[in-house]
């Protein structure tokens, strides 16, 4: 097989299965999963409120945490919020959200693979067994808060390893701002996404793809987008 059919072999491949993980999760939207479960109602209804009066159903404007069941990421209800404003308050709208993420999500794992292993083969392969992971699909039917973080995480991924492999320091640092929204996408954020960007930055600074300067700077802009949520989980403290 010559390079040029190869390739097209391989995008014929890439488009069917990214039409067949769209249409998994699409037929049957929204009510492909019937129950509506507590956390989503709790930020659908919160969702609401912001949308009409700015404020929580506590009374809390524009929070960066909610405090219902014991805690509630609020990534997720703003993205619905905005859903609310443009089609109304439906079951479609609190659940859009979770669904056009996940299918970006297809998208940006396939192009992390590719960069990683070098390989358009071993990308498909990882790409068609996301397509059809009933864990993948589970996550764009229900809108947990929770749901946002495996996302973005590898949103924040991809874009970091871009800015490394094409040497380019605004794509860096913009990773560093979606590292910082990880953080309102799911409580748990706050101990792993710190944790992994410091080994992984002694890593980058020992094989000399990253100096001092530039970490600050990484530093810097993290810190600046993740500092309401930091400072709230050390209040709480």
């Not at 039917?141 to 040497?167: E, Q, R, V």
């Amino acid at each position: 097989m010559n390079e040029s059919i190869k390739r097209n072999y391989n995008k014929i491949l890439f488009v069917i299965i990214i039409i067949i993980g769209i249409v998994i999760r699409v037929y049957n939207f929204p009510e492909g999963m019937k129950e509506i479960n507590i956390d989503e109602i709790i930020a659908a209804m919160n969702a609401k409120e912001i949308a009409e009066t700015g404020k929580d159903l506590l009374g809390l404007s524009y929070p960066i945490y909610l405090k219902g069941l014991g805690g509630q990421s609020v990534f997720s209800l703003y993205l619905m919020t905005i859903c609310i404003k443009i089609f109304g308050y439906t079951l479609f709208s609190i659940r859009l959200p979770a669904l056009i993420i996940s299918i970006i999500a297809m998208f940006v794992f396939y192009d992390l693979i590719k960069k990683i292993s070098k390989n358009k083969n071993v990308a498909l392969l990882g790409l068609s067994l996301l397509a059809i992971s009933p864990w993948h699909i589970l996550q764009s039917m229900w809108s947990w808060d929770c749901n946002m973080f495996p996302h973005f995480l590898l949103i924040a991924m991809d874009i970091l390893y871009t800015g490394i492999l094409k040497n380019k320091k605004i794509v860096v640092y913009i990773s560093m701002i979606f590292f910082a929204i990880t953080l309102y996408c799911y409580g748990i954020a706050i101990y792993f996404v710190p944790v992994f960007l410091l080994i992984f930055s002694i890593y980058l600074i020992k094989i000399k793809k990253i100096n001092i300067k530039d970490l600050v700077i990484c530093i810097f802009i993290f810190l600046i987008f993740s500092l309401p949520i930091i400072t709230m989980f050390a209040i709480n403290a």
